[in-house]
């Protein structure tokens, strides 16, 4: 036999524990294994057996059954009770015959059965056999250890990347006299690709912005990272909305990253000529409601609507500006509304979110919170495909 085969996953060779209450029997068989490599550890009796292998665990038992004070089945049934000797197959070696002998050695947790007498080569085969089995088992379940482990590991990983991605998001709502805000994020898995924030500006403006990075998981989240300092950047170093989008493009595009795009939504309030200057780079086109007619519709114009980031470069963009009057609201939101899916694969869409918000009352809050509430409703039954991202202001004087 090859020396290879006689030795345990440790690199140490095979220990075989055989139990036999005849001396004769533990001679034979200890010196049929001895030849082929194994480490023989033959012990006369079922106590002295338990004993032997909780001291120092076996690679195999072979065991035999009539044997006195402690039969061959009570010794199987200790073993499979001790959590530490469980796993070890034990063959049992008897002289009985009877069907129902074997039957009850395979019910108690026996891997195989032997009458003596025994052919030698029988035996070898038998142990080589459930030796292999053994061996597969332990790396299976070392496999599934180291598995589990890198599973927790990984667990760990996003939730700390959750809570890095979220410090990039604003901890609070604006406070500006004679408006209210909104807001509301919810990633599809442990870390997403949307991002909004509240960046104030010279003269007592402020910039909200929406973005939505193509893709999901950690390399979305961290696109998602690099456009919010970006971002920031360009708006607090260029006046001029479209211009600042402009800027963000080339530094999306110069990056590497632009197999990537990324769409965009930036709307300037100026909270004392209550106007909004809106830059749409490729995003869905934020809402604006009107509290006269209870209407809602497009807030952008198609020219203020340009190609994502990252898409060209030197792409220029344009703004629009509209005004709000008392009661009005802006509503901004990801991709993640307009497509949520029913159950018959059916996507919400534009229309879809209009349809369920036109006619009624709202206060920016309510408004925000009734798209949620929209989307919640028409994919109940589907599990979350991607992040939902909603941003929201308007006049409450």
Known sequence: MNPEKARSSAGQPTSILVVDDTPANLQVLAGMLKDRGYKVRPVPSGKLALLAARRDPPDLILLDINMPEMNGYE????????????????????????????????????????????????????????????????????????????????????????????????????????????AHYESAFEIGGDYYDFIPLPR???????????????????????????????????????????????????????DRFVTLAAAILDPQSHTVTLVNAGHPSPLIYHRATRAVGEAASLQAVGLPLGVQGGFVYESCQVSLEPGDCILTFSDGVTEAMDVNNIQLGTKGVYAAVQGEDYS????????????????AGRSQHDDIALVGFGRTG
């Open 364 to 379: 920016p809050g309510a408004l925000g919170e009734r798209v949620v509430t929209v989307v919640k409703q028409f994919a």
């Open 75 to 182: 010794v199987c049934e200790h073993l499979k009770a001790d959590d530490l000797l469980k796993g070890i197959p034990v063959i049992f070696i008897s002289a009985l015959t009877e069907q129902l002998d074997k039957v009850k050695a395979f019910a108690i947790g026996g891997v195989d059965y032997l009458t003596k007498p025994f052919q030698m080569e029988e035996l070898h085969a038998r142990v080589e056999t459930h030796l292999k089995l053994r061996r597969l088992q332990i790396d299976l379940e070392e496999y599934s250890h180291h598995l589990e482990s890198a599973r927790a590991r990984l667990k760990l990983d996003l939730e700390f990347a959750r809570e890095v991605q979220r410090g990039f998001l604003p901890r609070r709502l604006p406070e500006v006299p004679g408006y209210e805000f909104f």
């Open 204 to 258: 007592q403006r402020l910039a909200v912005l929406l973005g939505d990075v193509a893709g999901k998981g950690v390399a979305a989240a961290l696109l998602m990272a690099k456009l919010s300092a970006d971002a920031r950047f360009c708006i607090l170093t260029e006046p001029d909305p479209a211009a600042a989008v402009t800027n963000l493009n080339s530094l999306i595009t110069q990056s590497g990253i632009a």
